[in-house]
């Protein structure tokens, strides 16, 4: 709540889009790592609606052949470097290749998720299902669907079952982009992904991982967190 008056809703406030967002998190993040080295880098913006993907590495050379990967101009975007605030330094632009996926932030990927389980329990005609995804005996009901989650904690199966969900995507684009990100980690090593994303908080409070994000330490950690007892975890907190 705010006494602040604004005269026209419409024009001073907007949602902006997933194409803003994205160039709007690399600049800030452009703007963070201005006095490091990294003068190239690639980034993943999870939010709960939407997945951005940005890299200034756009490959326009023959060696992009090998992987089949045709990039449509339309995802190829300008954006004005920072300068440091230096008036003397002339402002330079970089082309940056962004795609964005609604439907895949953390929240709505999470109930797409639910839709496709639910499904599944419905077609075997069960109004139960047992969902690796909830911690060790967590129940949830899905309203809509009036099934009932069973959590059994298991991070592995977890894991599998919702890269079944990403492979049975059949979106060009968003094969185009997994392309893409081979291409980056097979011929740029050396160059840094950054990731800003909604679940930061699961990384950083719970299993105290901030930095460099190690996939070995994050899943021997997260299997052993989703193992926990939900109600004894429950109390706990």
Do not use: R
């Amino acid at each position: 709540h705010t006494s602040y008056l604004l005269h026209n809703v419409n024009k001073q406030i907007q949602v902006i889009s997933g194409i803003q967002e994205a160039i709007y998190s690399w600049m800030a993040l452009k703007y963070i790592l201005k006095d490091s080295q990294e003068k190239t880098f690639s980034l993943i913006e999870l939010g709960g609606g939407s997945l951005q993907y940005i890299t200034d590495i756009i490959p326009l050379d023959n060696s992009i052949k090998q992987y089949d990967i045709d990039l449509d101009l339309k995802h190829i975007h300008q954006c004005n470097n920072i300068n440091n605030h230096q008036e003397e330094t002339p402002t330079t632009t970089t082309n940056m290749y962004i795609e964005t996926f609604l439907h895949y932030g953390a929240n709505s990927a999470w109930n797409n998720y639910h839709d496709i389980i639910a499904d599944i329990a419905l077609s075997l005609q069960q109004d139960y299902y047992y969902d690796p995804c909830l911690l060790k005996d967590q129940i949830t009901i899905l309203q809509h669907k009036k099934i009932k989650l069973i959590g059994t904690g298991d991070y592995i199966q977890c894991k599998a079952n919702l890269l079944n969900y990403l492979s049975d995507n059949d979106d060009d684009i968003f094969h185009q982009a997994k392309l893409l990100s081979k291409y980056i980690s097979s011929n740029h090593q050396d160059i840094l992904i950054y990731g800003l994303a909604e679940p930061y908080y699961t990384t950083q409070d719970i299993f105290h991982m901030n930095g460099h994000f190690d996939l070995t330490t994050f899943e021997s950690l997260a299997t052993h967190y989703c193992s926990l007892n939900f109600t004894l975890l429950n109390y706990n907190e």
